[in-house]
T-cell receptor, first 114, second 115 residues
Framework: AQSVTQLGSHVSVSEGALVLLRCNYSSSVPPYLFWYVQYPNQGLQLLLKYTSAATLVKGINGFEAEFKKSETSFHLTKPSAHMSDAAEYFCAVCKRSNTGKLIFGQGTTLQVKP | DVKVTQSSRYLVKRTGEKVFLECVQDMDHENMFWYRQDPGLGLRLIYFSYDVKMKEKGDIPEGYSVSREKKERFSLILESASTNQTSMYLC??????????????FGPGTRLLVL
């Protein structure tokens, strides 16, 4: 069965510092992988996704993530945090089947301090 | 732009009431999903539908049912609301795999309080 683990339910960084949000997955076959962001009182918005092309994926708002098969990881990074990055971030995995079902991690709340 | 709308942003209901949550998407997506979001648990899939009148149970279907009579509309029904169904409910839609991608597009959510 597929699963997703996000390490750290809360991450706090200073403005301008590196953002690193960790995601590990469990899947018997290479899956599709996603990062979504949820700003307060809003739905989820896609940041980026990996669908078996380049292993380094660039997303919106300066975020990127690298698929590492050997480590079963898909960590999200941003070189320099901005106050507007404060939100909850979800990693998700999708089995390559005909349903498109997503399995989400528990979420990581990013706090950005001035 | 894809738009997924949900009928209410906030809803307060009494225990035992029948509750309808409506979701409409305007991108002709085949797949539609209902999730509930609880702190520390992420999003959990309640039901999904990959075609009109088709539905499949997700991970936590107990106490819920769904209806999809038209392609653009997917309704979540709480047959008899209970306090443990107090939660944020999120609807999403997507093309099927093999189409333009797996991305799910989410509505703004309905925060339901059951008293």
């Amino acid at each position: 069965a597929q699963s997703v683990t996000q390490l750290g339910s809360h991450v706090s960084v200073s403005e301008g510092a590196l953002v690193l949000l960790r995601c590990n997955y469990s899947s018997s076959v290479p899956p599709y992988l996603f990062w979504y962001v949820q700003y307060p009182n809003q739905g989820l918005q896609l940041l980026l996704k990996y669908t078996s092309a380049a292993t380094l994926v660039k997303g919106i708002n300066g975020f990127e993530a690298e698929f590492k098969k050997s480590e079963t990881s898909f960590h999200l990074t941003k070189p320099s945090a901005h106050m507007s990055d404060a939100a909850e971030y979800f990693c998700a995995v999708c089995k390559r089947s005909n349903t498109g079902k997503l399995i989400f991690g528990q979420g990581t709340t990013l706090q950005v301090k001035p | 732009d894809v738009k997924v709308t949900q009928s209410s942003r906030y809803l307060v209901k009494r225990t035992g009431e029948k509750v309808f949550l409506e979701c409409v998407q305007d991108m002709d997506h085949e797949n539609m999903f209902w999730y509930r979001q609880d702190p520390g648990l992420g999003l959990r899939l309640i039901y999904f539908s990959y075609d009109v009148k088709m539905k499949e149970k997700g991970d936590i279907p107990e106490g819920y049912s769904v209806s999809r009579e038209k392609k653009e509309r997917f309704s979540l029904i709480l047959e008899s609301a209970s306090t443990n169904q107090t939660s944020m409910y999120l609807c999403a839609s997507s093309f099927p795999p093999g189409g333009p991608g797996e991305t799910q597009y989410f509505g703004p959510g309905t925060r339901l309080l059951v008293l």
